[in-house]
């Protein structure tokens, strides 16, 4: 089966940096898109950055564009966001996505998350 597993997420103060990791298991990573979302407290999820699936491309969200980075490995099965210069409206719950097939599958594509990481930016 699909799983995504978050890890890196912790408390910084403003400025500061915390690099998120996003292990992936169960389908052919390298031929996916992966996707990072957040959500505070009291607003919606939404969508932080995007990368393809072989790293040649990327987005981000106006709020985090030039101070995040989206990268993955996939050799390793791994997505990862790099932040930096943190301010506090960036405190959030961190979700590592993607849309994909399962192995073994011939059925459609489903939506996958992982459980979450805790980031807080606070001094």
């Known amino acids: 089966q699909v799983q995504l597993v978050e890890s890196g997420g912790g408390l910084v103060q403003p400025g500061g940096s915390l690099r998120l990791s996003c292990a992936a298991s169960?389908?052919?990573?390298?031929?996916?898109?992966m996707r990072w979302y957040r959500q505070a407290p009291g607003k919606e999820r939404e969508l932080v950055a995007r990368?393809?699936?072989?790293?040649?491309?990327?987005n981000y969200a106006d709020s985090v564009k030039g101070r995040f980075t989206i990268s993955r490995d996939n050799a390793k099965n791994t997505v990862y966001l790099q932040m930096n210069s943190l301010k506090p409206e960036d405190t959030a719950v961190y979700y590592c996505n993607t849309n994909a097939i399962p192995d073994g599958s011939t059925w459609s594509r489903n939506d996958y998350w992982g459980q979450g990481t805790q980031v807080t930016v606070s001094s």
């Open positions: 990368i393809t699936s072989t790293g040649g491309g990327t």
């Open positions: 169960g389908f052919t990573f390298s031929s996916y898109a």
